[in-house]
Protein backbone atom coordinates (compact mmCIF):
# COMPACT_ATOMS: atom_id res chain seq x y z
CA UNK A 1 0.00 0.00 0.00
CA UNK A 2 1.40 3.33 -1.22
CA UNK A 3 1.19 5.91 1.37
CA UNK A 4 1.34 9.84 0.81
CA UNK A 5 2.38 11.89 3.96
CA UNK A 6 1.72 16.11 3.16
CA UNK A 7 3.81 18.40 5.24
CA UNK A 8 4.33 22.50 4.98
CA UNK A 9 1.21 23.83 5.85
CA UNK A 10 0.34 26.26 8.14
CA UNK A 11 -0.27 29.93 8.57
CA UNK A 12 0.87 32.68 5.92
CA UNK A 13 -0.57 36.46 5.37
CA UNK A 14 -1.90 37.37 2.24
CA UNK A 15 0.30 38.13 -0.56
CA UNK A 16 3.13 35.42 1.15
CA UNK A 17 4.20 32.30 -0.07
CA UNK A 18 4.24 28.32 1.05
CA UNK A 19 5.88 25.31 0.12
CA UNK A 20 3.87 22.21 0.57
CA UNK A 21 5.79 18.74 0.04
CA UNK A 22 4.28 15.32 -0.24
CA UNK A 23 6.49 12.31 0.66
CA UNK A 24 5.72 8.96 -1.60
CA UNK A 25 6.13 5.62 0.22
CA UNK A 26 6.10 4.16 -3.28
CA UNK A 27 8.10 4.66 -6.77
CA UNK A 28 6.74 8.17 -8.10
CA UNK A 29 9.33 7.93 -10.81
CA UNK A 30 6.52 5.64 -12.05
CA UNK A 31 3.56 7.08 -11.50
CA UNK A 32 1.26 8.51 -14.10
CA UNK A 33 -0.38 11.61 -12.86
CA UNK A 34 0.43 13.49 -9.94
CA UNK A 35 -2.15 16.33 -8.31
CA UNK A 36 -2.71 18.56 -5.56
CA UNK A 37 -6.07 19.30 -4.42
CA UNK A 38 -7.59 21.21 -2.01
CA UNK A 39 -10.78 21.44 0.40
CA UNK A 40 -12.30 24.33 2.61
CA UNK A 41 -15.83 23.74 4.78
CA UNK A 42 -18.81 23.42 2.57
CA UNK A 43 -17.33 22.73 -0.77
CA UNK A 44 -16.03 19.90 -2.71
CA UNK A 45 -12.84 19.18 -3.42
CA UNK A 46 -10.98 20.70 -5.96
CA UNK A 47 -7.41 20.32 -7.93
CA UNK A 48 -5.29 22.66 -7.71
CA UNK A 49 -2.60 21.75 -9.74
CA UNK A 50 -1.61 18.13 -11.87
CA UNK A 51 1.57 16.50 -13.64
CA UNK A 52 1.04 13.88 -16.01
CA UNK A 53 3.75 11.35 -17.07
CA UNK A 54 5.05 13.60 -19.73
CA UNK A 55 5.89 16.30 -17.36
CA UNK A 56 3.15 18.05 -18.36
CA UNK A 57 1.68 20.71 -15.83
CA UNK A 58 -1.69 21.62 -15.48
CA UNK A 59 -3.31 24.25 -13.22
CA UNK A 60 -7.12 25.29 -12.01
CA UNK A 61 -7.49 28.83 -13.52
CA UNK A 62 -7.36 30.69 -9.80
CA UNK A 63 -4.07 29.10 -9.77
CA UNK A 64 -2.52 29.78 -12.60
CA UNK A 65 0.29 31.90 -12.62
CA UNK A 66 0.66 31.75 -8.67
CA UNK A 67 1.57 28.50 -7.75
CA UNK A 68 3.57 25.58 -9.25
CA UNK A 69 3.81 21.55 -8.98
CA UNK A 70 7.16 19.68 -9.47
CA UNK A 71 8.47 16.39 -8.58
CA UNK A 72 11.91 15.34 -7.63
CA UNK A 73 11.66 11.11 -8.26
CA UNK A 74 14.73 10.42 -6.85
CA UNK A 75 13.76 11.55 -3.80
CA UNK A 76 10.45 10.45 -4.28
CA UNK A 77 8.56 13.77 -3.03
CA UNK A 78 5.50 15.80 -5.06
CA UNK A 79 5.45 20.01 -3.98
CA UNK A 80 3.38 22.90 -4.40
CA UNK A 81 5.10 25.91 -4.62
CA UNK A 82 1.91 28.94 -3.60
CA UNK A 83 3.03 32.26 -4.09
CA UNK A 84 1.19 35.16 -3.60
CA UNK A 85 -1.67 33.34 -1.96
CA UNK A 86 -4.87 34.83 -1.17
CA UNK A 87 -7.68 34.30 1.59
CA UNK A 88 -9.65 32.00 -0.97
CA UNK A 89 -6.32 29.97 -1.23
CA UNK A 90 -6.85 28.55 3.03
CA UNK A 91 -8.22 24.99 2.95
CA UNK A 92 -7.00 21.70 3.33
CA UNK A 93 -4.67 20.79 1.13
CA UNK A 94 -3.98 17.04 -0.55
CA UNK A 95 -1.67 15.62 -2.27
CA UNK A 96 -2.54 12.40 -4.82
CA UNK A 97 -0.96 9.88 -7.10
CA UNK A 98 -2.01 7.67 -9.93
CA UNK A 99 -0.60 4.80 -10.90
CA UNK A 100 -3.23 2.85 -13.17
CA UNK A 101 -4.64 5.78 -15.87
CA UNK A 102 -2.86 8.74 -16.48
CA UNK A 103 -4.35 12.31 -17.06
CA UNK A 104 -4.68 14.74 -19.50
CA UNK A 105 -5.72 18.42 -19.42
CA UNK A 106 -9.27 17.67 -18.30
CA UNK A 107 -8.78 14.49 -16.77
CA UNK A 108 -6.12 15.63 -14.23
CA UNK A 109 -8.75 17.22 -12.00
CA UNK A 110 -11.04 14.48 -11.30
CA UNK A 111 -10.53 12.68 -8.28
CA UNK A 112 -11.70 9.09 -9.24
CA UNK A 113 -8.31 9.23 -11.33
CA UNK A 114 -6.02 8.83 -8.67
CA UNK A 115 -5.33 5.67 -6.61
CA UNK A 116 -3.64 6.90 -3.41
CA UNK A 117 -4.07 9.93 -1.07
CA UNK A 118 -2.72 11.86 1.78
CA UNK A 119 -4.48 12.56 4.85
CA UNK A 120 -4.23 16.87 3.60
CA UNK A 121 -1.89 19.58 5.30
CA UNK A 122 -4.08 22.95 6.79
CA UNK A 123 -3.35 26.38 4.87
CA UNK A 124 -4.66 29.19 6.62
CA UNK A 125 -4.29 32.77 5.13
CA UNK A 126 -4.82 35.54 7.29
CA UNK A 127 -5.62 39.09 5.80
Known amino acids: QVQLVESGGGSVQAGGSLRLSCRVSGSLDSSRCVAWFRQSPGNEREGVAG???????YYADSVKGRFTISQDNAKAMLYLEMNSVQPEDGAIYYC?????WGCGSSSWRLITVYDSWGQGTQVTISS
Open 51 to 57: RSINGRT
Open 96 to 100: AADWR
